[in-house]
């Protein structure tokens, strides 16, 4: 799933001739705290609802603002895992998506991308998700794959990123076609392979979405 397709059309840019109380109206109207500034398809930044509450003058141009993150975008045809990295790092609710022109396409939130990891993560099957902690240096998908398939376990998708507390520590996470996974596990940790959390995925809606909460609580998406 690529950048474009996460899109939401529902949010608008603001203009520059727009006023201060337009963009609150909008933002209280769409639940966002922020909202990219486009002028003829040039992408100029984002405004954010404390700098509009700062200046206090509702009739105010948008021009007289400065706005934030010019620099920060995806362009439409990167991966949605690309689109969570710009927003984590930069701690924002939306990202701004670009064509190869740099010209403005629309704004992904980090809603949308919760939604699509969720859907990668979650609607192929019902199955496990494992969550293993490692050395970056000791990292290597083969060999993870190779003590995950003996055990005749599928990886559907996995997704690593950096650990937030320890620059040289990695998780990645592991969803996986079988609901009992505790032979992949032991095998796992026989190999020094440190399981730090499992979420049971079943065929029930109800506790999938439960379980995926606490997934992307844990990951902090």
Request: avoid cysteine.
């Given at each position: 799933m690529i950048a474009s397709d996460l899109i939401n059309p529902m949010i608008p840019p603001l203009k520059s001739t727009d006023s201060v109380q337009?963009?609150?109206?909008?933002?209280?109207?769409?639940r966002i705290h922020q909202l990219p500034l486009v002028d003829h398809y040039i992408y100029k930044g984002l405004?954010?609802?404390e700098v509009?509450?700062?200046i206090n003058q509702p009739t105010a141009k948008i021009s007289d603002i400065l706005p934030?993150?010019?620099e920060v975008y995806v362009t439409e045809n990167q991966h949605f895992y690309d689109v969570i990295k710009a927003t984590e790092k930069n701690h924002l609710p939306l990202v701004a998506v670009l064509n190869e022109d740099k010209k403005f396409c629309g704004v992904i939130t980090v809603r949308d991308t919760i939604n699509a990891f969720a859907r990668t993560f979650a609607t192929q099957s019902s199955g496990a998700i494992l969550v293993i902690s490692m050395r970056e240096y000791d990292y290597s998908m083969a060999e993870i794959s190779r003590l995950v398939e003996e055990n005749h376990i599928k990886i559907l998708s996995s997704y690593l990123e950096s650990d937030a507390y320890d620059p040289t520590m990695v998780k990645l996470t592991l969803k996986l076609d079988k609901a009992d996974v505790s032979r992949a596990?032991?095998?796992l940790e026989r190999f020094e392979y440190n399981v730090i959390a499992k979420f049971q995925d079943t065929e029930t809606p109800n506790l999938d979405k439960e379980r995926l909460d606490l997934l992307f609580k844990y990951l902090n998406l």
């Open positions: 337009k963009a609150l109206n909008w933002m209280s109207q769409f405004i954010s609802e509009l509450y700062d934030d993150h010019a596990i032991a095998t």
